[in-house]
């Protein structure tokens, strides 16, 4: 039904930048809100950021707000994560995930999910 893939992690020193991306194979993009996740090693997964169908809304945690940007290209299927300053605390595998767009708030189940990608930032 719903396939992500992720690319684009890797190996960035502090305060490097990186761009993540994520393409869905899907009929009808459009029909989704997606959301980057993240998890650290030992740690739980968290939402780091999120957009609506359109792109007209969006959401950061505030670990990530003026540091990363989320966008999306619906033409192209893909969803974006711009990562700038990266902290070595930003180290995580990190998540697409769709949810559809009729799905009430950010914090919803998102029922797809990819295989992650992993970033790994050093000090």
């Known amino acids: 039904q719903v396939q992500l893939v992720e690319s684009g992690g890797g190996l960035v020193q502090a305060g490097g930048s990186l761009k993540l991306s994520c393409v869905a194979s899907v009929r009808t993009f459009t029909m989704y809100k997606m959301a980057w996740f993240r998890q650290p090693p030992g740690k739980e997964r968290e939402m780091v950021a999120a957009i609506s169908w359109s792109g007209q809304h969006r959401y950061y945690a505030d670990s990530v707000k003026g540091r990363f940007s989320i966008s999306r290209d619906n033409a192209k299927n893909t969803v974006y994560l711009q990562m700038n300053s990266l902290k070595p605390e930003d180290t995580a595998v990190y998540y697409c995930?769709?949810?559809?767009?009729?799905?009430?708030?950010?914090?919803?189940?998102?029922?797809?999910w990819g295989q992650g990608t992993q970033v790994t930032v050093s000090s």
């Open positions: 995930a769709a949810s559809p767009r009729e799905s009430s708030g950010w914090g919803t189940q998102y029922p797809h």
